[in-house]
DNA sequence: CGTTTCATTGATTAGTCTCAACGAAGGTGG
DNA sequence: CCACCTTCGTTGAGACTAATCAATGAAACG
């Protein structure tokens, strides 16, 4: 809930941008990277529980996580706190500010981030002189999609125990896309009431079903965050079958 | 289940798009309607119960609706399905298939249902020559990610009764923003089924929770299917205060 | 007119929530 | 450096929500 002081800075010309990197991150060309570079305003920096975007905010840039973890969630007017999916390197996020009137769902930092800020005015501007990008836009905007239709698939109809199987399966594969996976194990960064309101469950409830997965050797919780421990083993039991491994492009 | 004989005609020219009745669609100029016209490859009639789109398919056209309704899911291997969302006029359809490599949804028709049929491969061609559509496209993704967004929160942390509430409340505001609504009331051809998986509920307990809205006198169920009766009281019960109503593109 | 689908209802069971209390770790201010 | 406070994870008990099982009637279908 914290809205820290985030500073703006340029440590990455697009031309040596971090997500290059990564195995299945599709180059781009000369002429976009020169374009992109235009496009981006700065980098934003952000500690720990920095609301990055508000619900109900219309100003909103764009951004693309180039390190660290963050979620989106909405919340009921008494609180309850739904998260819908969560944020990692190579991510875009505010299209929805950018494209409709205002944001209806607020992104918060999981950890230190560094974003790459663009300007939302000039979105009219990109999908003319460069549909290339366009297209990875909507590419990603239906790649946000297809992940909330696995999630939504897992809130209405799998078990507890098979849901919490099935999200730190599904964070895993993200992460490991993203090069954060080391030796088979992953660290991720959420309180255990971040579990409960990914999976609408009670904290209670989320603590005994977490359990019982620390039971089985899947993962293991620490002071402050969860390790996975068994990649295999998370995907027998929610019985999911993996993302699809694509080439996928970025912004 | 059925995947019925689909025939497939052109009654609808663009530039008579039933689309354009409605108060809240923006209209296209000339030229969009003229390049749209050549995207367009024809119309598939459906039938109640036709697959429109099949998980796991790949060849999958892009589809407007340009009457009736359907619905979005997904299943678990052992058979339990999530209904993901609701499928009006206006609203494209395939848009993954197209963009990724397949879809990872099903498509199926709840009324008899007419769709307009785009070329799957000249869709990048339409980014190239047509921007303002490009943009629309990416809208319109935005818009059903939103709606997700929405439907995730309902699932998650929304109770029975609030959730059968808002659901119905959901599909009142689009149906009315495409004129299927008379009389400020609304004929919905669901069966309980549907709803059990929409809400992520057993059909017992959807029957207990319908029967609850009934008694309220905010619906009313009818042999096949739900006619909804007090917008105002389903709005109260869900504490949900509706979706923005802005004006709105189609393709 | 038989068969299937759909809605309905009651009884029982299982899963999850709420309430409550406590300990450990970390942070803060004196 | 210590004392206090807060956050976070843990556990047990009891209450409640929703699932399952089972049976029935009504309407649609062929």
């Given at each position: 809930m914290k809205n820290n002081a985030a500073s703006t800075v340029r440590q990455y010309p697009c031309e040596r941008c971090?997500?290059?990197?990564?195995?299945h991150f599709q180059p781009h060309d000369k002429d976009e990277v020169e374009f992109l570079s235009g496009f981006k305003m700065g980098e934003l920096v952000a500690d720990i529980g920095t609301t990055v975007l508000g619900e109900g905010t219309s100003s909103a840039h764009l951004f693309t996580v180039l390190s660290g973890w963050a979620f989106r969630y909405k919340t009921l007017?008494?609180?309850?706190?739904?998260?819908?999916n969560y944020v990692l390197p190579g991510d875009l996020i505010g299209l929805q500010g950018s494209v409709m009137k205002e944001m209806q769902h607020s992104v918060e930092a999981l950890s230190p981030m560094v974003l790459c800020m663009f300007q939302r005015d000039k979105l009219p501007n990109l999908f003319r002189s460069f549909p290339s990008i366009a297209y990875d836009i909507t590419w990603l905007a239906s790649r946000e999609e297809q992940m909330l239709d696995e999630i939504l698939l897992s809130v209405g109809r799998r078990s507890a125990l098979e849901r919490a199987a099935y999200l730190f399966a599904f964070l895993f594969q993200r992460a490991k896309s993203v090069g954060m996976v080391k030796n088979d194990k992953l660290m991720v960064p959420l309180r255990q009431q971040h579990v409960a309101d990914t999976l609408g469950l009670s904290i209670v409830h989320t603590n005994k079903t977490l359990k019982k997965l620390a039971a089985k050797g899947a993962l293991r919780w620490l002071d402050r965050g969860c390790e996975v421990l068994d990649h295999q083993m998370l995907l027998d039991i929610s019985r999911w079958q993996g993302l699809p491994s694509v080439p996928r492009p970025y912004i």
């Open positions: 971090p997500l290059q990197a990564f195995p007017e008494d609180g309850r706190r739904q998260i819908l």
